[in-house]
């Protein structure tokens, strides 16, 4: 079975940069999709964006232009380059990960976007 750990939210001033690492363990190669989701809070959980093993990248409206997102196969690794931060960034970024037909996530990390 994978598992999916977070790295890498904190406190940041608006137009700042942070950059969420996910580090899986386990049969790492049975994952074809990866990616990020968030949840603000009072809402529902939606699409950051998402990686295939093949590096073919899709992302959400709100954040193309700003975030970047990469994957490592050898280090069992997923990064998402957050740039330009604004305030309606702030939630709770889960990582997630695609294994077959379900659906692994991570415990969740932190970005507040504040000043």
């Known amino acids: 079975q994978v598992q999916l750990v977070e790295s890498g939210g904190g406190l940041v001033q608006p137009g700042g940069s942070l950059r969420l690492s996910c580090a899986a363990s386990?049969?790492?190669?049975?994952?074809?999709?990866m990616g990020w989701y968030r949840q603000a809070p009072g809402k529902g959980r939606d699409l950051v964006a998402l990686i295939t093993r093949d590096g073919i990248t899709n992302y959400a409206d709100s954040v193309k232009g700003r975030f970047t997102i990469s994957r490592d196969n050898a280090k069992k690794t997923v990064h998402l380059q957050m740039n330009s931060l604004k305030p309606d960034d702030t939630a709770v970024y889960y990582c997630y990960g695609r294994q077959d037909s379900t659906n692994i996530w991570g415990q969740g990390t932190q970005v507040t976007v504040s000043s």
């Open positions: 386990g049969s790492f190669w049975t994952i074809n999709t």
